[in-house]
């Protein structure tokens, strides 16, 4: 069925070290993976994103990472600051009756601890 | 450009009654999403709207309906609401100059429902 799962739910830095959330998914027709970043009362905001012919993608202090082989993708922020502290959605494209949608993962709460 | 607008931004209603979310897609964006956000579930996708056609539903029940007008804004409404229902519902439109071209979603701030 169409999945995406995503690790972990909650993570602890300290401000400067690095941050890693994975996800991976159950599709492998998938091919576009955003990532989002929501704030407290707010909607989710873009951050980055990847498509399938592409295994990495660079922003200043976030990058994503994508193996199509283990359908796995990965978000990395370096460099942390505590306005990093947020809930961070990775999401996966399901094609369906020549149409798509987008499935999310459960949420990941980073806090960046100053 | 303005981003996408949803109203109203809260809400309360009694077990029973219907209620009708309104979202302003950014201008030029032609596809608009619904999903549902609840503290257990996550993201949860309700449905997909592209030039007033509904393409993708997801699996809630009848319950909940949707509807796009020509000028690509759109509409979600839950009738017969139930103490579940309460949540943040969020609505995110993309650009998708061709149909079916997966592009990236931009949300809006969303409309929180509590429902009692």
């Known amino acids: 069925g169409e999945n995406v799962e995503q690790h972990p739910s909650t993570l602890s830095v300290q401000e400067g070290d690095s941050a890693v959330i994975k996800c991976t998914y159950s599709?492998?027709?998938?091919?576009?993976f955003p990532w989002y970043k929501q704030e407290l009362g707010k909607g989710p905001q873009l951050i980055i994103d990847?498509?399938?012919?592409?295994g990495e993608k660079k922003d200043q202090r976030i990058a994503v990472t994508l193996n199509k082989t283990a359908k796995h993708f990965s978000l990395h922020i370096t460099e942390t600051q505590p306005e990093d502290s947020a809930v961070y959605f990775c999401a996966a494209s399901f094609t369906t009756s020549g149409t798509y949608k987008y499935i999310f993962g459960t949420g990941t709460r980073l806090k960046v601890l100053a | 450009k303005a981003g996408v607008t949803q109203t109203p931004r809260y809400l309360i209603k009694t077990r029973g009654q219907q209620v009708t979310l309104s979202c302003s897609p950014i201008s030029g964006h032609r596809s608009v999403s619904w999903y549902q956000q609840t503290p257990g579930q996550g993201l949860q996708f309700l449905f997909e709207?592209?030039?007033?056609?509904?393409?993708n539903k997801g699996n809630f029940p009848g319950r909940f309906s949707g509807r796009q007008f020509s000028n690509s804004r759109s509409e979600m409404n839950v009738s017969t609401l139930e103490l579940g229902d309460s949540a943040l519902y969020l609505c995110a439109s993309s650009l998708e100059a061709v149909s079916g071209s997966q592009e990236t979603q931009y949300f809006g701030p969303g409309t929180r429902l509590l429902v009692l």
């Open positions: 709207y592209f030039s007033e056609t509904q393409r």
């Open positions: 990847i498509r399938s012919n592409v």
């Open positions: 599709d492998s027709a998938s091919n576009y």
